[in-house]
Structure formats: C-alpha cells, structure tokens
C-alpha cells in the first residue's frame, strides 16, 4: 500500500493498481484484498490505495502508472449504503474506515474512482467490481437519488464490469490485458459497446431487456427486468442479456461459474495477515467484527427479495473442506488478538454449510431463484452432518476454546435440521443466536420469499427448551424489516403486537432499503407483486414513519 513496500518488494512499479473505498484489512472478507491477492497469487504485481483523496488525483499515483490498469471497488458495500440511512439521511460513522470515521469514501464511489483513476493515468484501462458493480450491473434504480441510472459501466465510462464474486473473472480479464487481447465473451463481464459494434448486432440467443429509455418511462418495466435477470443467473444455462442504452448496447455475459471446493480453498489461505493495514493509528471497526471469524461458505439459496447475494453471490453454495478450514483455524490461534474463541464459522447464514445438490445435472438446467421457496427443492440436500463435523473438528484445535455461530440461522432449514440445531443452541452460541424471521405477517413473508408464518414460534419453542436442557440463559435477536412493499398497517400491526405481547426490546431494526437489482426493489418502483398483482408500496419518509416507529419504540 506504499512505495516503500512496493520497493521492499524488489518491484520498480506494478501491473495493477486496486482503488478501494474501504481501508485495506488484508482478510479474505474484504473484497479488494482478496481480489489483490488473488491476482498476485496469478503472478502480478498489484498496489493498492485505499481510501484516496477523491478531489486529487495525485493520491493514486503512490506506484506511478499501472502497467496493465486499474480494478476499481466501492469496498464491501455499496457506497449509498455506506453513507446514507433509510431515511436518507447521512450516517454517524464509517465501518469500514479507520476510527469509523465518514467522508472517507465518496458517494457513487466506483464512478469518481473510475474518473480518479482516468484523470490520473490517461488511457490506461478501468475495470468496475465489487459489490456496487454487481447491484448496478443494468438499469437500476437510485433509491437515495430517487431516480433511475444507467448501468454503472455507463456512467463511469469504465472499459469492463466484473460482477459476482470475481476471482477467475479478474485474472481472466488482466491475462488479457497482459497479452492484448480482446476483453469480449469473458463470462461475469459487462460491455458497453460502441456505436460500430452495436449497428452491427444481430439477435441471436441473447435475452432482450427494456430499453434504460423505457426503465424511466415505464414503472413496470424494472418489474419485467427483475425476472429477466433473476431467470438467467444460472451460471450453466443462463444467456447473455442486452440492453439498450443512449442508443448503445449494454451486453451483460452469463454469470461465472461458482469456485470448486479446492478453489475456495486455495483462495481462503491465501497468505493474508489477517490485520488491517499497519498504518492506520486508530482501528477499523470492520476489522473488529470479522478478525475472529473464518468463512467456510459462499452463496446463498434463500434468494430472499430484499436481498443484494441474490445478484452478487448467487444462489449456487460452494462450501470450504473441512482439512482447510482447521489450516486457517490453526494459523489464526496464532496471531497476538485471538483469545481462544472462534466469534463465527459462517457465510450467509451459519446453517448452509455443506449444503449441495443431490444431482448436479439437475441444478445446471434450474431457473429457480431459490432452492428454498416456497418450498425445499425436492434436489436441494440440506445436509446436517458436514457442520456437525466441521464443529467438532474446530472445537478439538488446540487454543480454541468457543466455537460460535454468529451469522445468523435460517429458520426454515433450522427445523428440518434437527440434530444440528441441537448441538448449535447447546454448544455454540455466545449468548444471542441471530434469527431472521423478518415479519410475522405470511402474506409478507411471502412476498419477501422467505419461510411461513409460524416457523418463529416453532424455533423459539426448540430454542428455550434446548437451552433449559442444556442450563444456558440465552437469547434470541430477530431481524424485523418495516415498510416491505405489501406490507399494509394491519400486517406491520401483527409484529408490533408480538412483541409487546412477549414484552420484547429489539436489538436490531430495518427500515426497507430498495437495494439496485433486487426483486424487492422492482416491487417498490412497480407498485406490483411478481405475479403483477398491485401492492401497497410506502415512498415517502412521511409514509414510512408510521411503520418505522412500530419497531423502533420496541428497539
């Protein structure tokens, strides 16, 4: 991250330089990082500057020019997120900076990164990634703004978008740049064309989505979008998707397919400090949260509709080997800050992991958004040996002494799951077990395509009894979410009574934030159920009040 380690390296400059809006934490949580080592691993030389001056462009010529270019991220989340509440209204502090502190990272970071990065180095290549990317890959809508946006390849005039995850795409892109060739047909990519290109287009198998002219123009068309890119995110039968936009063709490539075991494997110990970078003076919050935790699963099959994984990660589960994950248990025992507890073995729920397809020939012809709604996928294998097993092998390293769940379970798995449960609520929650019911009402839940009403209670019930059983007073955090498109007063109504009826303070509360790309979303802009049915949709701050103050009376 400075000339000095780059020259303590023995380089004279770099082949690629990573602008991120996140501090550098070298943990394989953090996207630019693992990214960085990803592509040093395939034999670049990478820099990174974290956090630039974005009015300066002389605070990203720390290694002078990239000979390859630049791989340009907003960080971890997308940086309205970052910045901005539900009410729109800027955040106290920065998560992922040093001391928390805001104004670290602008807004639409990737598109004044891209600009920073242009102004900087005139005519080296721009490559977008990360998660603001992947969530505004086509025509979206800007919640904080209150308007519809181009893709973000558009407006920050970069020359590729990666989306997902990214890491095969990424050394794909820059062994390209490396040896001069063209950067079309890479799977996980957007292109812009230009005019010649798109004058010479001719439909073949691609799928066809509304104009960005008539994203403005019509409300239902983000409606008709949503599900033409939720059907084609399969990696192994999706088709490239083309959209017009300022009479230019935006082609999207089919999703890349999701890492192998020994790839996430490889890629997880890749050789990170696991520390936020020695410079910063005061900590980054970020690193405090995850410095104890070992990711052991990425993907998601809920495909819940509020939900940026659903266009990010995917729904397809890829699950670390038991042997390397106990490797990067043993390497963190090790480190000065770690004091014998495991604070999560998780992903995007703590109950996922080991969770495959019974026939993968099955899954590679699927168009289903989620293996779990509204029912279990009669070929989704909700496995509960492969955790059980993972636990118990973390549980016997040497200097561990807790092993915690701390990613929150899935309450539709958690029951059919039993045995697993069972030895999470006796032996692996550090006192608060995360649930995410989300509401209480079903007409809600399904919307938000989660579980059935009644699952909450039927949880609750194993939850205290195992936990007397087992002589542990312990608790659990729901997750309620206000002001869901469909979510009326009386349904909103159901959750407040619950929880005055229980005489329950929550911990956490979520105003409804319509993430760019999410089937969620599209019910916001559209007023419409997926099905085209109409719903009540609260806009204004003045029409979310309501529901907002039923929870947070309650937090």
């Known amino acids: 991250m400075t000339r000095e380690e780059m020259i303590a390296r023995g380089w004279d400059g770099i082949d690629i330089l990573i602008i991120s809006g996140d501090a550098y934490v070298d943990h394989p ?39 390859l270019g630049c791989g340009i991220a907003s960080g971890n989340m997308d940086s309205m997120i970052k910045l901005y509440t539900a009410g729109r209204r ?15 990272c602008p807004p639409h970071a990737s598109i004044v990164y891209s600009q920073l ?27 904080w703004q209150d308007k519809m946006r181009p893709s973000i390849l558009v407006d920050s005039k970069a020359d590729l978008l990666c989306y997902g995850q990214g890491e095969i795409t990424m050394v794909e892109i820059f062994r390209r740049l490396d040896r001069e060739e ?106 405090e949260v995850v410095k ?52 999560d073995l998780g992903g995007a729920a703590g109950n996922i992991f080991g969770h495959g397809p019974k026939n993968p020939e099955i899954c590679r012809k699927c168009r289903r958004v989620s293996c779990l709604f509204p029912d279990f996928c009669p070929n989704y294998n909700a496995n509960e040996k492969p955790l059980i097993d993972l636990l118990e092998a973390v549980s016997e390293i040497p200097g561990v002494k807790h092993v915690f769940i701390n990613s929150g379970v899935r309450l539709d798995l958690a029951l059919v799951q039993k045995k697993q449960t069972e030895k ?13 019911p989300e509401h209480m009402d079903g007409e809600v839940l399904r919307l938000m395509r989660k579980g059935k009403a009644g699952e909450f209670e039927k949880f609750r019930e194993i939850f205290e009894a195992t936990s007397a059983a087992a002589g542990k007073r312990q608790f659990m955090v729901p997750y309620f979410i206000s002001n869901f498109p469909g979510c009326t007063a009386t349904a909103m109504g159901k959750v407040e009574r619950y929880l005055e009826e229980n005489h329950w303070s929550l911990q956490q509360v979520q105003d409804f934030i319509p993430l760019p790309m999410t089937m969620g979303c599209a019910m916001y802009c559209s007023g419409e159920a997926p099905d085209g049915t109409p719903i009540d949709v609260n806009r204004g701050l003045a029409e979310r009040r309501s529901q907002r103050n039923m929870l947070r009376k309650r937090h």
């Open 424 to 436: 999470i609520l006796r032996n692996h929650v550090s006192g608060q077990l995360s649930v995410a």
């Open 117 to 143: 990065a242009r102004q900087a180095f005139p005519g080296t290549k721009v490559v977008l990634g990360g998660v603001e990317a992947s969530l505004r890959r086509v025509s979206h809508y800007d919640y």
């Open 182 to 287: 063209p950067l079309s047909g890479i799977p996980g990519t957007c292109r812009y064309l230009g005019g010649r290109e798109t004058a010479a287009w001719r439909r073949a198998d691609e799928v066809v989505l509304p104009s960005h002219e008539e994203i403005c123009s019509d409300r239902t068309a983000i409606m008709r979008q949503t599900k033409l890119v939720e059907s084609e995110m399969n990696p192994w039968n999706g088709r490239p998707l083309v959209q017009m936009v300022n009479g230019r063709l935006l082609r999207v490539e089919p999703p890349a397919p999701p890492l192998t075991t020994e790839q996430f494997d490889q890629v997880c110990e890749l050789p990170f400090t696991g520390v936020q970078h020695w410079s910063y003076r005061e900590p980054v919050p970020g690193w």
């Open 29 to 67: 949580s953090f996207g630019p990082p693992l990214i960085a080592r990803v592509l040093m691993d395939a034999g670049f030389k990478v820099g990174i500057v974290a956090q630039p001056d974005w009015r300066n462009a002389s605070s990203v010529k720390v290694f002078g020019r990239p000979r």
């Open 292 to 343: 104890d935790s070992i990711t052991v699963v990425r993907g998601c099959p809920g495909g819940c509709a509020f939900c940026g994984l659903v266009c990010h990660q995917g729904r397809q589960l890829v699950s670390r080997s038991i042997a390397s994950v106990c490797r990067s248990v043993r390497k963190l025992v090790g480190k000065p800050f770690f004091h014998g507890t495991i604070s």
């Open 90 to 104: 800027l955040r106290k502090d920065d998560m992922y900076a040093p001391g928390g502190k805001t104004g670290m």
